[in-house]
C-alpha cells in the first residue's frame, strides 16, 4: 500500500491541512509539538479506528485529537494499493 495524499479537515492541531506525498521514500521531520504525532495518529486512527472507551486524555485518541477549534473530526487519505487508487 502506498499514500498519495492526506487531506484532514479538524484533528488535533490540524485544519485544512493538505499533504501530498512524492514517489519513493517520504520523510517527516519538525521542531517538538510541530504535530508529527498527530499526523501520525491521524493515519492510524482512518485505517484502524479509536474506539477506545477510556477516560484517560493520553489513552483515547477520540478525546487527545479533539480538534482544537472544537468542531468535528474528519478527513481524508486517498492511497493506492496494488494498483488500484482509493479514497
Do not use: A, C, H
Not at 517538538?32 to 479509536?50: A, H
Not at 472544537?70 to 478527513?75: A, L, S, V
Amino acid at each position: 500500500m502506498k499514500l498519495i495524499s492526506i487531506n484532514i479537515s479538524n484533528f488535533g492541531k490540524f485544519n485544512n491541512f493538505q499533504l501530498d506525498f512524492d514517489e519513493g521514500l517520504n520523510v517527516i521531520y519538525g521542531d517538538n509539538e510541530s504535530g508529527k504525532s498527530t499526523l501520525m495518529n491521524f493515519v492510524l486512527m482512518m485505517f484502524y479506528g479509536g474506539k477506545s472507551r477510556k477516560k484517560d486524555l493520553l489513552d483515547n485518541p477520540r478525546k487527545k485529537y479533539r480538534p482544537w477549534n472544537g468542531e468535528t473530526m474528519k478527513g481524508s487519505i486517498v492511497f493506492q494499493d496494488e494498483g488500484r487508487e482509493d479514497l
